[in-house]
């Protein structure tokens, strides 16, 4: 399985449980991509109000293709596979660089 790798970046809810958090890539282009769900979703590790949110996060993915721009491999993401992940705007489809990527056999 693939993921796109991001950063963690804030606590939006541990009211009840799970605990919602945020989380973001840069994505091939500059831009930044956000992600709301279940810590779960992203990371092992057990998060709330008072965690650090210096914490690495996955997001599962499939892709969908490979090419090459200016002597950069840019790979065409899916977040809706495995996952069903989207981002705020909705999207799941993102263009990424390839050391963004990880090949994983379970949520690291």
């Not at 606590?11 to 009840?16: N, P, R, T, V, Y």
């Not at 090459?68 to 705007?89: F, V």
Request: glycine letters at 6%; a negative charge.
């Amino acid at each position: 399985m693939f993921g796109i790798k991001t950063q963690i970046t804030k606590c939006i809810d541990d009211e009840g449980y799970p605990t919602f958090v945020e989380c973001q890539f840069v994505d091939a282009h500059g831009c930044t991509q956000t992600f709301n769900d279940k810590d779960a979703i992203f990371t092992k590790e057990f998060l709330d109000r008072n965690s650090d949110y210096s914490v690495a996060g996955i997001i599962g993915c499939e892709i969908i293709e490979r090419k090459i721009i200016d002597g950069r491999e840019i790979i065409k993401i899916d977040t809706d596979l495995p996952w069903h992940i989207e981002s705020t705007k909705g999207e799941t489809l993102f263009e990424v660089l390839q050391e963004q990527l990880i090949e994983f056999d379970h949520l690291v």
